[in-house]
C-alpha cells in the first residue's frame, strides 16, 4: 500500500528566517569579536551582490553564499545548530503551516523537510517537528574547516524535485497523492510533483501560477 506524504520548504514556510539569518547567527557565536566582525564586514559587502544573485539563479547564490563559511570549525559550528533552533527557528515559526504539519502527521502522513539550508542547521528544527526525514546539503570539511563548498549539488529547484521522487521511490510514496508546502517560485519543481499544492505567502508570479492551478494560497500573519 503506497504512504501519503506532506513535503515542506523550510525557510519563509514554515520559518521567517533564512540562510542568512543562519550565517549570522552562528559567526556571532563561533567567533571572537574581531574575526565576528571582518565576516560581517565581508558579508554586508557582498549584500547587493548576492541579492541580484538570488533573483537571477538561486543554486548559484547558495554556492556563493555558502563560501562564506570557508575557514569556520566544522565540529564547533555545527554543534551550535541547536542554539540557532532556540534562538532563531523557535522564535519565528510560522504558525499555519506548523498547524498543517501538525494536522498531516496526525493523519498518518509521513512528513518530509527539503530545504536549501544546511544539514547541521535543519536537524534540531527537523527534530521538534518530529520530520521523518529532512533532505538538505551539508558542506565539505578539510582538516576540521569548513571548505565552503557544498557536497554535491544546491538543494534548489530541479535537484529539489529529484530528491523528492527519489525518497518516495525508495519509500514508496504516492506523491500524485502528496502534499506540497512552498513559498517561492524556485520550489515549482516540487509543487508541481503533487497531487495536492500550497503556496505560503506567494509573490506574484507565484500567486499567479497557484490561481491558474487552483493550488490552495496561505495567507499567514507576521509574526
Not at 563561533?30 to 541580484?52: D, M, S, T
Not at 519565528?92 to 506548523?98: A, F, Q
Not at 544539514?119 to 569548513?146: H, K, M, N, Q, T
Request: aromatic content about 10%; some cysteine; charged content about 25%.
Amino acid at each position: 500500500m503506497s504512504i501519503t506524504a506532506a513535503i515542506f520548504d523550510v525557510d519563509g514556510t514554515l520559518v521567517r528566517a533564512d540562510v542568512v539569518d543562519y550565517y549570522l547567527f552562528l559567526v556571532r557565536e563561533a567567533l571572537p569579536r574581531g574575526q565576528k566582525w571582518l565576516r560581517y564586514l565581508g558579508a554586508l559587502f557582498k549584500a547587493p551582490y548576492w541579492a541580484i544573485l538570488d533573483k537571477i539563479d538561486r543554486a548559484r547564490f547558495n554556492r556563493s553564499f555558502y563560501r562564506s563559511y570557508r575557514g569556520l570549525a566544522g565540529k564547533a559550528v555545527a554543534q551550535l545548530g541547536g542554539a540557532c533552533f532556540e534562538n532563531v527557528q523557535s522564535r519565528r515559526l510560522i504558525t499555519e503551516t506548523v498547524r498543517r504539519l501538525e494536522e498531516h502527521r496526525s493523519r498518518g502522513d509521513k512528513i518530509l523537510l527539503v530545504s536549501g539550508s544546511l544539514d547541521f542547521v535543519l536537524s534540531p528544527l527537523a527534530g521538534y517537528l518530529r520530520a521523518d526525514a529532512c533532505l538538505c546539503p551539508s558542506l565539505v570539511e578539510e582538516e576540521g574547516s569548513f571548505s565552503g563548498e557544498l557536497k554535491g549539488e544546491p538543494v534548489i529547484g530541479e535537484e529539489k524535485a529529484r530528491l523528492v521522487r527519489e525518497y518516495a521511490s525508495a519509500h514508496d510514496i504516492d506523491l500524485s497523492r502528496s502534499y506540497a508546502y512552498a513559498d517561492s517560485a524556485s520550489d515549482l519543481p516540487v509543487l508541481k510533483l503533487v497531487g495536492h499544492a500550497a503556496v505560503v505567502e506567494p509573490g506574484t508570479r507565484l500567486k499567479r501560477i497557484a490561481v491558474q492551478n487552483g493550488w490552495d494560497i496561505i495567507e499567514t500573519e507576521a509574526a
